[in-house]
């Protein structure tokens, strides 16, 4: 199974963007997806995750309001909206895939790992 993450990049305090992970290998209709980040210096932490269906979704407090995660089985891939974003929200941004069947905000329940994408945002 193999992650791929993009949509990162510079952005302003207040702007948006919307990062990607494609899905390749296995079932993705089956796996848990989620959001995870880590910032310069501090380990990672839970932004966010969705069942397999889509039915049912969680954030993190930081994020909670500003972030939506969604996903399309369809074309095997997991998406996470961000607005109003923050320079607090500068990190790497890494997305996972779980076959707990569960919705997690646990690291450790997640089995497949992207590469992560750089996401800066500027005051």
């Known amino acids: 199974v193999q992650l791929q993450a993009s949509g990162g990049g510079l952005q302003q305090a207040g702007g948006s963007l919307r990062l990607s992970c494609a899905v390749s290998?296995?079932?993705?209709?089956?796996?848990?997806m989620g959001w995870f980040r880590q910032a310069p210096g501090k380990e990672r932490e839970f932004v966010a995750t969705?069942?397999?269906?889509?039915?049912?979704?969680g954030y993190a407090d930081s994020v909670k309001g500003r972030a939506t995660i969604s996903r399309d089985n369809a074309k095997n891939t997991a998406y996470l909206q961000m607005n109003s974003l923050k320079p607090e929200d500068t990190a790497v941004y890494y997305c996972a895939a779980s076959t707990s069947g569960v919705r997690t905000p646990t690291l450790d329940q997640y089995d497949y790992w992207g590469q992560g994408t750089l996401v800066t945002v500027s005051s």
């Open positions: 290998g296995g079932t993705f209709g089956s796996y848990v």
């Open positions: 969705i069942s397999w269906s889509g039915g049912s979704t």
